[in-house]
């Protein structure tokens, strides 16, 4: 059994997160205001100083004060001395920086490939029969050894499928032109909202985030203030994210501690109009991921913003404040309470809408992975600063993060556009001095023609790029990515 993690007090008494409990996931909840953000960030420095790397998305833009040392708050001070935390230091903890718009932070980005028709349907808010069309353009691509990395790539295909729309309607099933033309404005808008960054190479090694320095676990943030501003790019680009993660991660079972903590932020925006299918696939990750030695922690107003099925696997549970001031809000407010493992010496109820702000209630599981009573506590202040760095301080972290200069340079090598724009010019070659692509006078077929030679170099460069093949693999299959091969 390892060491619990302290992060809040009740009384005189220390609660506690036990490492081998992490990855059974976490709810943080409570109304704007009543100390979520703080939470997240003693819960993230709490499990970097264990050894354990974290993903966190910085929704206001404050949460990039971990990469300093804290302290010189009187507030902070006083909550200090009131819980008797003599063991309390001023500590940063090591931080990278991440951005999709490689402004704030260093590039993330991701292959049209690994995201897949499924997600991408629902970034580019497609119904259901031109999501049917993007599934067959990604059929295509996988059937013809067409490489997908960026949106061009998936451009100069759609003109491709619009170009065969008759043979391939045979193929595959109808292909319209209404449809393809969908997807273009669904394009459009997302290019509109800086959307096309994120697409592309040197797609996010995964490996990157499993880092530690000097046996503190790495705290991956991304800068998500302006990311927030499209929340259906925001929240289709975290699914993203937790779907590699399931992916690419081996199975390991029960572990001494998780390899990686998750904390997905404003997790209602993921689950607002989510498609079924989509939530259901949610549901399979959520409940598979933590044998891969990941721990999930959603973060949202409220617990009801979550569909029942991955609430009932969020195990560790911190609620702050709620307001009860409507027939609706009481009965979250019921519902709330009525979440925890009873405490016969607390009114749930009750304490949920008079929590002070840095105060929650507090339910985790314990060694033997059953809740413990609902507990009301302070969280415990954060050791790194509370609030932003400055662009300075962003900077020079930045600068001595262990990825820095690795995804700066954006990548663009051979693939569909490059492939199809080869078909396109040999096409035409072929169309303008077509007695190349006769054997002779004889009429016999003696050699290919140019369009042939050209499609098969184009087939044999791509076949190559992709070791052979665009292999599925099991996210590919829930979620529809494709693993991507280096």
């Keep these: 059994m390892s060491d619990p993690i302290p992060f809040s007090r009740a009384g005189s008494e220390d609660l506690c997160l036990f490492p081998e409990m992490a990855n059974r996931h976490g709810l943080i909840a409570g109304a704007t205001g009543t100390g979520k953000t703080v939470t997240l960030q003693t819960l993230a420095e709490s499990f970097s100083r264990r050894g354990i790397p974290v993903f966190l998305a910085d929704v206001k833009g404050d949460l990039s004060g971990l990469g300093l040392p804290g302290g010189g708050s009187a507030k902070a001070a006083e909550r200090i001395r009131s819980l008797g935390l003599a063991d309390w230091r001023p500590e940063a903890v090591p931080v990278t920086f991440w951005d999709v718009f490689g402004e704030r932070g260093h590039p993330v980005r991701a292959t049209l490939s690994e995201m897949g028709p499924l997600l991408l349907s629902r970034l580019l808010g497609l119904n259901e029969t031109q999501a049917g069309v993007l599934q067959i353009a990604f059929r295509l691509a996988d059937d013809e050894k067409l490489l997908l990395l960026d949106l061009k790539d998936l451009r100069a295909l759609l003109e491709h499928v619009g170009s065969r729309s008759a043979e391939l309607t045979t193929r595959y099933g109808n292909v319209s032109a209404a449809s393809l033309g969908a997807i273009q404005r669904g394009l459009l808008t997302l290019e509109s909202q800086g ?5 592309g190479e040197p797609a996010l090694d995964f490996e990157d985030l499993l880092q530690t320095v000097d046996g503190r676990g790495v705290v991956h943030l991304l800068a998500a203030d302006r990311l927030m501003k499209a929340p259906k790019l925001y929240a289709t680009f ?6 590699e993660l399931f992916e690419r991660l081996p199975e390991v079972g029960d572990q001494p501690q998780p390899k990686l903590v998750f904390f997905f932020d404003e997790a209602h925006l993921l689950f607002s109009d989510l498609p079924p299918v989509i939530q259901e696939k949610v549901e399979q990750v959520v409940r ?12 949202t107003q409220n617990p009801r913003d979550i569909p029942e099925r991955v609430l009932a696997q969020l195990g560790n549970r911190v609620q702050h404040a709620l307001r009860a001031f409507t027939p609706s809000e009481q009965r979250a407010v019921r519902a709330a309470a009525d979440s925890f493992r009873p405490n016969p010496r607390l009114d749930t109820a ?3 809408t008079e929590l002070a702000v840095g105060e929650a209630l507090v339910s985790v599981l314990d060694e033997r992975g059953q809740p413990t009573p609902v507990e009301r506590a302070y969280i415990h202040p954060p050791r790194s600063r509370i609030g932003p760095a400055d662009e300075s301080e962003r900077s020079r972290l930045m600068a001595v993060s262990l990825v820095a200069g690795v995804y700066e340079r954006a990548v663009d090598r051979e693939s569909a556009y490059e492939q199809l724009r080869r078909l396109v010019e040999a096409k035409a070659a072929s169309a303008e001095f077509p007695e190349r692509s006769a054997g002779g006078r004889g009429g016999g077929r003696v050699r290919d023609t140019l369009v042939e030679t050209m499609a098969k170099t184009a087939v044999r460069s791509a076949a190559t790029a992709v070791a052979g093949a665009l292999v599925r693999g099991l996210l590919g299959s829930l979620l529809g990515g494709t693993r991507r091969r280096r």
């Design 238 to 243: 975290l699914l993203w994210m937790l779907s």
């Design 350 to 352: 009750a304490a949920i």
């Design 288 to 299: 598979l991921i933590r044998s891969k030695g990941v721990g999930v922690y959603f973060a």
């Design 195 to 199: 959307g096309d960054r994120f697409f």
